[in-house]
Structure formats: C-alpha cells, structure tokens
C-alpha cells in the first residue's frame, strides 16, 4: 500500500513516530474523542481537541482530503471512568442534581445547554468544524444491534445487571495501553462494579439495565442505557467505516476507553479498528493539576469573556496559542505568564495586518521583496506540524515572519504587502492563531461599558482640542483606573481592555 511519508505522527499502538497512511491514499478519515456534556470544557479538554484540529489542518494544508468526526457524548459515562467497568453514576444524573443543574427542568434541558455551550467556545478558539458531530442518544439503536451481534459472537453475555463485553474473549486486549497480563488487569480493575455473575472482573458493560434512570431505552435486555465505551465504536464506525486510519484523544483515555474500544470493535468486524492513534498528554496549571480546590480551574469560557460579565478579558487567540505553544505529546504546564507572552505575540500579528492593509490601500510601487522568504518560512511551518504536530517551531516560524513584515513598517510597497496578506492567510489556516475563522456572535446589546469607554475617549478628544491638556489626562486616568490601554494613532485613539491575569 502506497504510503506519504510528508506526515509523521507518534502512534500510541506502536510507540513509534510513523508516516500517516490512509486506507485511501490522500483521504485521512479520523476520529476524536469529544466531551461529556455535563459542564463546560475546560481548557484541558480543548488541548487535547486542539491536537485533532492541527491534525486536521496538516492534513488539509498538503491537499488531502479528509473526513473527521468528533462526538458528543450526552449519556452513559460513570463517574469513576479511570476503571474498565466503572461504578459510580452517570455524570450526566450526577450534574443534574448540582447546584448548577439545579436550574434546568430535565437533563435532556442539560445535555442541550452544554453541547451549545461546547459549540460556541469550539468556535471562540477557532477550532475547525467536524464533518459530522454524533451524539451518543441520537444512536442508541445501533448501539444496541452492536450489543446483540457481540452476544451472538461468543464476546458478550447477559447477567441481571447488565450486558458484559467478555474480556478473555479477545486476546489482544491490553494490546495499546501494554497491559496485557492478567494480574495487570485485575488490578487496573479492583473497585469495578460488584455482578456476582459476572464471568471475569476485567469484564466491561456495554448495557447497564436500570429502570431508574433518567436516560433509558427499551432494550432486548430491558430497560436500561449503554456503556460509554461502546457508544464511540459505534459511532466511529457509522461515519468512517469499519477501519479508522487515526483515532485521538487525551492519555487518559488509552486505559480504559480506548482499549475496550478496540476489543469491542475488532470483535465485530475481525478488522483493525484504527492504524493510527494519537494521544495528547496532560495539562497542569501553574506547575499544578488542575483542579476546582486549588483555585486553577480554567473555562474557556472563564478566561475569554470581558471582565464586565464576570470573565478575566482574555483574547480567544491568544489563549489558542498558549494551548498549542507546547508539543502535545509533552505534559505541558499552562502559565498565566505564557497567556501573557502569546497575548504580546497576537497584538503583533494584528499590527502586521493593520500595515499590510495600509499599504495595499496605499499601493506604493515596487517589487515584492517579501513573497520568497516569507514562503520558505511557510514551508518550514508546515515542514514542522508534518514532523509529529511541532507546534513550538511553527510557531517560531511563524513570528519570524511577524517581524520581517514589521522590519518594513511604512516603507512596505503594495506587491510585498499583497505577499504578506497571503503568507499571513495561509499561516493561519496552518495553525489558527493570526485571525478569528468564524463570525462573531450576534451582539445582542448594545455594551455599556464600551459606550462608557467611547463617551470618556470623546471628551478626552474634545479637551486635548481644546489645549485643555489638564482635563485630558484626567480623563486617561479615569480611564486607566477603568482597566483600559489608550493608544493614540494618527487616525486617533484606539483603546483596549487590559487582561487580568
């Protein structure tokens, strides 16, 4: 089979940097991971969904065509899923009862507030839209005919709690994670649910019969909900066939998940599930894991939304920077301070715009001086994300170029400033970081604060026209004092909301 040595990624399955080799050569169809839509994501669930949009982009900027899916997962995921068959409660029922599912009516209600929640942080980070985003309640039906066709095969067995994947049955399992012995196993899988029919404690439900709970379907085996494991086989499966070429997600999801994925799925079929697999590792905060306790809990949404309406004022591309800034095979430890260096970093790709422009506007001849340095530096970008998602050296290649088109300041003509404006284009669909890529929301009022911030500008203006410079730096202090950053420019005076980091 024809291979394309142009992108290598590591493969968790064979611990290895290999080339990325579609069954169908140029058409990489792939698989992520998504969230549980309980609450909002935090900023570690988008590092490791950031390592699929990268993914996505690489693929896409050599030409390839390409097929990705990414789910939503609404139902069956217990609370102790670092076990193989978790006990414990769906975290869907669990966040229902919260103090913040308190205000909603069911957790239907629920799982639709957080997907859109999802939906609009994917787009603030200027993540790329799936080709298909499953949910797991909208493909119960297959789930269950999977269930029924792994009876039939001798890999599932009924008891009076549930359905149970056989794990003996397949002697492959453990074949991702490496824990292949029996021993391992047993104790990866110690406090699992207690089925005294159960045949082998490494056993995995695929149906969990419960008439209580607050998501549940008439089954062959009666009511109940499916495992969490056995909702993305089907899911995968439904949209990209029954061989994947790649499949990721966060380290966490090697063991269990993703295991059970693979002896589910290869039960099914007899075929490689996924030849590819990629994992992103961990992220800490400030040295630490995060955590709601140690006060370094991230939402997207917490960082991103203006100080006004309670959020710290970060720039959304700013924080997609920081996120990829690191290798994502390295655990990567999130920094206010790093926030703060990608922040400094974004402002001078919108001043490298904002000259680019007044220079096409201005059309000063010349010969473009620019198109052949700035499309190496493109190429060795790209050359970078091709060798295993280099992140760190792309971006670098990326602020070199930041600076030759700053070098020119106003003496950039118009053929090197129509280069710049493509260079710049094509950097950001490499890496999403120079220029939002979906329209901004609808405002839906006008914001009193910006009108505030405008009103004090205008009168600032009229006093320095006046000559009443006393009154004009009043008004910066007041301004000032407000949080806000006031430049003054030619075409007069630009202000920003300073971040609160």
Request: proline letters at 6%; charged letters at 25%; glycine letters at 6%.
């Amino acid at each position: 089979m024809p291979s394309d040595p142009s992108f290598r990624l590591y493969n968790t399955l064979t611990n290895t940097v290999e080339p990325v080799v579609p069954r169908e050569p140029g058409h990489l169809r792939f698989y992520a991971c998504g969230p549980t839509v309980y609450a909002y994501a935090h900023i570690g669930n988008f590092r490791s969904f950031l390592t699929a949009d990268l993914i996505l982009r690489t693929a896409q900027a050599l030409g390839w065509r390409t097929t990705y899916v990414t789910n939503i997962t609404d139902v069956g995921h217990l609370t102790e899923d670092d076990l193989s068959d978790p006990s414990g409660e769906d975290r869907m029922m669990k966040a229902l009862r919260s103090k913040e599912g308190q205000r909603f009516a069911n957790i239907w209600d629920l799982a639709r507030f957080y997907t859109q929640a999802l939906l609009e942080d994917w787009r603030t980070l200027n993540l790329r839209e799936p080709d298909v985003r499953p949910r797991a309640t909208e493909h119960v039906a297959q789930q269950i005919r999977a269930i029924e066709q792994l009876v039939r095969q001798g890999h599932a067995y009924e008891t009076r709690q549930g359905v149970y994947f056989h794990v003996p049955s397949f002697p492959d399992y453990g074949k991702l994670s490496g824990n292949r012995e029996a021993g391992q196993l047993d104790r990866a899988v110690r406090d699992v649910v207690v089925d005294p029919e159960k045949r082998d404690p490494r056993d995995f439900a695929l149906w969990k019969k419960d008439e209580k709970h607050l998501m549940q379907w008439y089954s062959p085996w009666g009511w109940g909900f499916p495992g969490w494991h056995i909702e993305c086989s089907v899911m995968a499966m439904a949209y990209l066939g029954e061989e994947l070429d790649l499949h990721t997600g966060g380290e966490d999801n090697i063991f269990p998940h993703h295991e059970c994925e693979i002896a589910q799925s290869e039960s099914l079929t007899g075929r490689p599930f996924a030849r590819h697999w990629v994992h992103t590792r961990f992220l800490q905060v400030e040295g630490e894991k995060m955590s709601k306790s140690a006060g370094n809990f991230f939402t997207v949404r917490e960082l991103v939304r203006p100080e006004h309406e309670g959020g710290r004022g970060v720039d959304p591309l700013a924080l997609r920077m920081a996120l990829i800034a690191g290798h994502y095979r390295q655990p990567y430890n999130f920094t206010l301070q790093t926030l703060k260096a990608s922040l400094k970093h974004v402002e001078r790709f919108r001043e490298a715009a904002a000259n680019v422009e007044a220079a096409l506007e201005a059309g000063r001849p010349g010969e473009d001086r620019l198109g052949s340095r700035l499309e190496a530096l493109y190429t060795q970008a790209l050359a970078a994300l091709c060798d295993d998602l280099n992140t760190p050296e792309a971006i670098a290649r990326t602020l070199e170029g930041t600076r030759l088109i700053l070098g020119f300041k106003e003496h950039l003509n118009a053929a090197s400033a129509r280069s710049a404006r493509a260079w710049m284009e094509r950097m950001n669909a490499l890496l999403g970081i120079l220029a939002p890529e979906h329209e901004a929301p609808p405002a839906h009022a006008p914001d009193p604060f910006a009108e505030q911030v405008e009103a004090l500008l205008r009168e600032r203006e009229a006093a320095r026209k006046a000559r009443d410079f006393a009154r004009a730096d009043a008004l910066r202090d007041e301004l000032t004092a407000l949080g806000i950053e006031v430049m003054d420019t030619p075409e007069g005076p630009r202000w920003r909301k300073k971040t609160r980091l």
